[in-house]
C-alpha cells in the first residue's frame, strides 16, 4: 500500500496566515504614515531653516534691516515682493519654499509660508511683535501658510530658530 503525501496547506495553516498578515498590516500602515508625516515635517522644518540663513545673508547684504514684503500674494504672476521672489537668490532653490504637506498653495503662488509684516523695514535688534520687544525667541518671521503638520504650524523665528510651538503672547 502507497502513503500519499499531502503538499500545500491546511484551510486552518491558510487562515491562521492570513490573520497573521491582517494584524502586522494594521500595525505597519498607521505606523509608515505617521513616519511619512514626520518626514514631511522636517523637510518643512529644513525649508525654513533655509529661509532663515537666507534671510541672514540678506540681513548681511541690507545693514541688518529687514525686508518690506507683501503677507503673499494671489498667484505666480503677481509682481509684489513676497518672500519667495526678494529672498530666492539667498536659498538654494526655489524648493525651499514648498513644505511637502502643501498640496494647493505653491502651485498657485509660489510659497507655502507667509512672511510677518509686523516686521516689516526693522532692523533685526529692534523687532516688536504682541509686546515682545527684545524677546526674539518670541518674535515669528515666517510660518506655514496654513496648519498642514496635524493642523500645527511651523514657525521661524526672529533668532532664527524653528519650531512648531507659539511662543508669541500679548504681555499684560
Not at 12 to 39: D, F, G, H, N, R
Request: hydrophobic share 40%.
Amino acid at each position: 500500500m502507497r502513503q500519499m503525501h499531502k503538499y500545500g496547506f491546511t484551510l486552518v495553516e491558510l487562515l491562521i496566515t492570513i490573520a497573521i498578515i491582517v494584524v502586522l498590516s494594521a500595525i505597519a500602515v498607521p505606523v509608515s504614515l505617521s513616519m511619512v508625516e514626520k518626514s514631511r515635517q522636517a523637510t518643512c522644518i529644513a525649508n525654513l531653516r533655509q529661509i532663515g540663513a537666507g534671510l541672514q545673508m540678506y540681513l548681511g547684504d541690507h545693514r541688518d534691516v529687514l525686508p518690506v514684503l507683501a503677507l503673499g500674494r494671489a498667484s505666480k504672476n503677481s509682481d509684489e515682493p513676497v518672500l519667495e521672489t526678494v529672498l530666492f537668490g539667498y536659498v538654494e532653490s526655489e524648493d525651499a519654499f514648498h513644505c511637502p504637506c502643501d498640496k494647493t498653495e505653491f502651485k498657485k503662488t509660489g510659497c507655502s509660508y507667509h512672511w510677518n509684516i509686523t516686521q516689516n523695514g526693522r532692523p533685526i535688534d529692534q523687532l516688536s511683535f504682541l509686546g515682545n520687544d527684545e524677546r526674539p525667541e518670541r518674535i515669528p518671521l515666517v510660518s506655514d501658510k496654513e496648519g498642514w503638520h496635524d493642523e500645527k504650524t511651523n514657525f521661524l523665528y526672529a533668532d532664527f530658530s524653528m519650531s512648531d510651538k507659539v511662543r508669541f503672547v500679548t504681555t499684560e
